[in-house]
């Protein structure tokens, strides 16, 4: 089954300068619930983002006026903790397509590629300037170039390149399946079984 | 022949394809499930139109949102129950072994696969649940997966994996009086910090592991991830065979033999590389208990919490905002600070060993009366065996209630919640906000630092009582 194609983006950004932002705040073990992967949006961040009646805490970033966009921007080891990837589905629900963070946890960054929501990982350096940046100016806009693997703050900031496995790229760039690809090679993963028996 | 590590060995042995510039695609051994990672994984498959590839290699148990009273009843919780009656529709059309909440093998998926026998060495295993690296403790290549990875599985048998680097963490020496293997952990994901082993799988290895128990081993093994490691194991010796052999699924007989050839090949070869290796001495360890909101942030029980300078200039807002929401400030001690709660279970340290030295200690004392403490086991197994031991009737003559299994008050998925502001010493293994409840404020500690506090009703260094 075909995905959605991913190739390049330009938009404004979200920032959380906060380190080591653990699946449990991304979406808490409460709203794990659902047997679909829709909706987790609603409960994104949803500690941070909401006291304990239920009222938006004006604080938190996702309740400002100040920003908006489709890139979230943050601190390093973003994704820590479980492996639920209901974190991912979160995140896309509500309707980020890119996280820029210095680094990400494993687990998190293979269920980001999975669900189509791209993980761009950047320099200390390039992640300081752009909070920096986007502390003075939040309508400054980012663009992600999957071919050519390049980050840029617009319109003559700096800018960056980002690794990415090719064989993900080229799923993202195509709109491949990794399921469509395993069921493709069955005829070997049953020859393997016949080899490897002890 | 090249020399290889035991990662090495499994791994590649387990590989079908190798995608040029790409991941692998990784043959899988044993694959276990568990109620909230399954679901829409099982949606994509019926979206497709395809079954399971191989049924067999797929084991389920409900564990994640189970209540930890009254199992016999059905679930209270009208999400949890559809969750869990899922689970069981989901096997029973596509036979996959399902334990069940009042069936004899229930419980934590990371307690049922090795006192089942089903996990062994040289196993590529994988579940959707990022504990599962506990199964490592066998010398097995066990990590945890994406619920489209889990699809995965049950579509080909097989996930898309990019091989990890190479890690050898090794601890040599004796442990000090009232140190445990939880401590070891903790102590290891203080030093090189909550994402310090990102991108690697790590082996642990030294006199230090080589004189640890089976289970005392899966402790350590199952809190890598909370290092940002893909997984962690310890090469298997006369210490897992002896743990493997009579269980119920088990090789037996001369399979049992030709397995054991197999898994005495397995250990890493005396000259083999690794690409990262860390060396710590098991005297420097002292009991260790967690001050913030990630297990990097721990301490040996008679230190203090940092003070602001000892924190990068960079990390110093998180460090504030974790603190803050602990409760805590910068250079505080932690023993003797207030408690309202203590946690004993999960996959982590909900297994037949730690219950026995919770109630070891705990015989002839008393619970401190300020305190709520929820004993939870890990398994129908390990409740038997409680209940059979007399570690039961030790708890309850000093005051404390043994529940029935499951994750419970880890993640506080089932009513098992900690109250807003309200502190836990909790033998679990992740203190993030909000992990045992909103609001609540975890400490992480081993089963010994939570007897001791169990009974003084404050953090308490267990080596006071020895």
């Given at each position: 089954?075909?995905?959605?194609?991913?190739t390049?983006?330009?938009?404004?950004?979200?920032?959380?300068?906060?380190?080591?932002?653990?699946?449990?705040?991304?979406?808490?073990?409460?709203?794990?619930?659902?047997?679909?992967r829709?909706?987790?949006?609603?409960?994104?961040?949803?500690?941070?983002?909401?006291?304990?009646?239920?009222?938006?805490?004006?604080?938190?970033?996702?309740?400002?006026?100040?920003?908006?966009?489709?890139?979230l921007?943050?601190?390093?080891?973003?994704?820590?903790?479980?492996?639920?990837?209901?974190?991912?589905?979160?995140?896309?629900?509500?309707?980020?397509?890119?996280?820029?963070?210095?680094?990400?946890?494993?687990?998190?960054?293979?269920?980001?590629?999975?669900?189509?929501?791209?993980?761009?990982?950047?320099?200390?350096?390039?992640?300081?300037?752009?909070?920096?940046?986007?502390?003075?100016?939040?309508?400054?806009?980012?663009?992600?170039?999957?071919?050519?693997?390049?980050?840029?703050?617009?319109?003559?900031?700096?800018?960056?390149?980002?690794?990415?496995?090719t064989?993900?790229k080229?799923?993202?760039?195509?709109?491949?399946?990794?399921?469509?690809?395993?069921?493709?090679?069955?005829?070997?993963?049953?020859?393997?079984?016949?080899?490897?028996?002890? | 022949?090249?020399?290889?590590?035991i990662?090495?060995?499994?791994?590649?042995?387990?590989?079908?394809?190798?995608?040029?510039?790409?991941?692998?695609?990784?043959?899988?051994?044993r694959h276990?499930?568990?109620?909230?990672?399954?679901?829409?994984?099982?949606?994509?498959?019926?979206?497709?139109?395809?079954?399971?590839?191989?049924?067999?290699?797929?084991?389920?148990?409900?564990?994640h949102?189970?209540?930890?009273?009254?199992?016999?009843?059905?679930?209270?919780?009208?999400?949890?129950?559809?969750?869990?009656?899922?689970?069981?529709?989901?096997?029973?059309?596509?036979?996959?072994?399902l334990?069940?909440?009042?069936?004899?093998?229930?419980?934590?998926?990371?307690?049922?696969?090795?006192?089942?026998?089903?996990?062994?060495?040289?196993?590529?295993?994988v579940?959707?649940?990022?504990?599962?690296?506990?199964?490592?403790?066998?010398?097995?290549?066990?990590?945890?997966?994406?619920?489209?990875?889990?699809?995965?599985?049950?579509?080909?048998?097989?996930?898309?994996?990019?091989?990890?680097?190479k890690?050898?963490?090794?601890?040599d020496?004796?442990?000090?009086?009232?140190v445990?293997?939880?401590d070891?952990?903790?102590?290891?994901?203080?030093?090189?910090?909550?994402g310090?082993?990102?991108?690697?799988?790590?082996?642990?290895?030294?006199?230090?592991?080589?004189?640890?128990?089976?289970?005392?081993?899966?402790?350590?093994?199952?809190?890598?991830?909370?290092?940002?490691?893909?997984?962690?194991?310890?090469?298997?010796?006369?210490?897992?065979?002896?743990?493997?052999?009579?269980?119920?699924?088990?090789?037996?007989?001369e399979?049992?033999?030709?397995?054991?050839?197999?898994?005495k090949?397995?250990?890493?070869?005396?000259?083999?590389?690794?690409?990262?290796?860390?060396?710590?001495?098991?005297?420097?360890?002292?009991?260790m208990?967690?001050?913030?909101?990630?297990?990097g942030?721990?301490?040996?029980?008679?230190?203090?919490?940092?003070?602001?300078?000892?924190?990068?200039?960079?990390?110093?807002?998180?460090?504030?905002?974790?603190?803050?929401?602990?409760?805590?400030?910068?250079?505080?001690?932690m023993?003797?600070?207030k408690?309202?709660?203590?946690?004993?279970?999960?996959?982590?340290n909900?297994?037949?060993?730690?219950?026995?030295?919770?109630?070891s200690?705990?015989?002839?004392?008393?619970?401190?009366?300020?305190?709520?403490?929820w004993?939870?086991?890990?398994?129908?197994?390990?409740?038997?065996?409680?209940?059979?031991?007399?570690?039961?009737?030790?708890?309850?003559?000093?005051?404390?209630?043994?529940?029935?299994?499951?994750?419970?008050?880890?993640?506080?998925?089932?009513?098992?919640?900690?109250?807003?502001?309200?502190?836990?010493?909790?033998?679990?293994?992740?203190?993030?906000?909000?992990?045992?409840?909103?609001?609540?404020?975890?400490?992480?500690a081993?089963?010994?630092?939570?007897?001791?506090?169990?009974i003084?009703?404050?953090?308490?260094?267990?080596?006071?009582?020895?």
């Amino acid at each position: 089954m075909p995905i959605e194609k991913f190739t390049t983006l330009i938009s404004e950004c979200v920032p959380l300068p906060i380190e080591n932002v653990d699946t449990d705040q991304i979406i808490p073990a409460r709203f794990l619930k659902a047997t679909t992967r829709e909706g987790f949006g609603e409960n994104l961040f949803r500690d941070w983002r909401y006291d304990k009646t239920g009222k938006p805490k004006e604080d938190f970033v996702l309740n400002s006026d100040r920003y908006s966009g489709e890139i979230l921007v943050a601190g390093k080891n973003f994704g820590s903790g479980s492996s639920r990837e209901h974190a991912a589905w979160a995140l896309k629900d509500y309707g980020f397509k890119i996280v820029a963070s210095s680094y990400f946890a494993d687990i998190f960054k293979s269920n980001s590629l999975n669900t189509g929501l791209l993980p761009v990982q950047v320099s200390e350096s390039f992640l300081a300037r752009l909070f920096e940046l986007l502390d003075t100016d939040p309508s400054i806009k980012v663009k992600v170039d999957l071919e050519n693997q390049l980050i840029s703050i617009l319109p003559d900031g700096p800018q960056e390149n980002f690794e990415i496995n090719t064989y993900k790229k080229n799923c993202l760039l195509n709109g491949y399946d990794d399921i469509d690809y395993l069921l493709s090679i069955k005829a070997k993963i049953s020859d393997w079984e016949k080899r490897m028996v002890i | 022949m090249d020399s290889k590590t035991i990662f090495d060995k499994i791994w590649d042995r387990h590989i079908v394809v190798n995608i040029p510039e790409g991941p692998s695609a990784l043959y899988i051994d044993r694959h276990f499930i568990h109620e909230v990672t399954s679901p829409q994984a099982f949606g994509g498959l019926k979206e497709r139109g395809i079954s399971v590839f191989r049924p067999e290699k797929t084991v389920a148990t409900p564990d994640h949102n189970v209540p930890t009273i009254n199992q016999h009843l059905t679930i209270h919780e009208e999400l949890s129950r559809v969750q869990v009656d899922k689970l069981t529709e989901n096997c029973r059309d596509h036979n996959i072994t399902l334990y069940g909440l009042n069936n004899p093998f229930n419980g934590i998926v990371h307690v049922i696969g090795p006192e089942l026998g089903i996990t062994q060495p040289g196993m590529t295993i994988v579940c959707g649940d990022s504990h599962t690296s506990t199964h490592g403790a066998f010398g097995s290549v066990a990590f945890g997966i994406g619920t489209s990875e889990v699809e995965m599985v049950l579509a080909s048998q097989c996930v898309l994996q990019s091989k990890p680097k190479k890690m050898r963490i090794n601890i040599d020496g004796d442990l000090q009086r009232g140190v445990a293997s939880k401590d070891i952990i903790l102590y290891i994901i203080s030093q090189i910090s909550t994402g310090g082993a990102t991108g690697y799988f790590v082996e642990y290895a030294g006199s230090a592991i080589r004189s640890l128990s089976m289970e005392s081993r899966m402790t350590i093994c199952n809190m890598s991830i909370e290092m940002g490691a893909r997984g962690g194991l310890i090469a298997p010796d006369e210490v897992t065979f002896e743990y493997i052999k009579g269980r119920e699924f088990a090789p037996k007989g001369e399979q049992w033999d030709q397995k054991l050839e197999f898994w005495k090949s397995l250990p890493s070869d005396p000259d083999a590389a690794f690409d990262k290796e860390l060396f710590f001495r098991a005297g420097d360890i002292e009991p260790m208990i967690t001050y913030g909101t990630n297990p990097g942030m721990g301490t040996g029980i008679s230190g203090k919490i940092p003070s602001l300078q000892e924190i990068d200039n960079a990390s110093r807002n998180s460090f504030n905002k974790s603190l803050e929401y602990m409760g805590f400030s910068p250079g505080e001690a932690m023993e003797g600070k207030k408690v309202d709660y203590v946690f004993v279970g999960s996959c982590t340290n909900g297994r037949i060993e730690d219950l026995r030295i919770f109630a070891s200690f705990v015989k002839g004392k008393r619970k401190a009366d300020n305190l709520t403490v929820w004993i939870v086991p890990g398994s129908r197994q390990v409740e038997r065996q409680a209940e059979k031991e007399g570690i039961r009737k030790i708890l309850e003559e000093a005051g404390f209630e043994m529940r029935q299994p499951g994750c419970s008050a880890c993640l506080a998925m089932n009513e098992d919640k900690i109250p807003e502001g309200k502190y836990a010493v909790s033998t679990s293994n992740r203190n993030f906000e909000g992990r045992q409840g909103p609001g609540a404020r975890t400490m992480l500690a081993s089963p010994l630092t939570a007897a001791a506090t169990a009974i003084t009703g404050r953090v308490t260094d267990p080596r006071t009582f020895l």
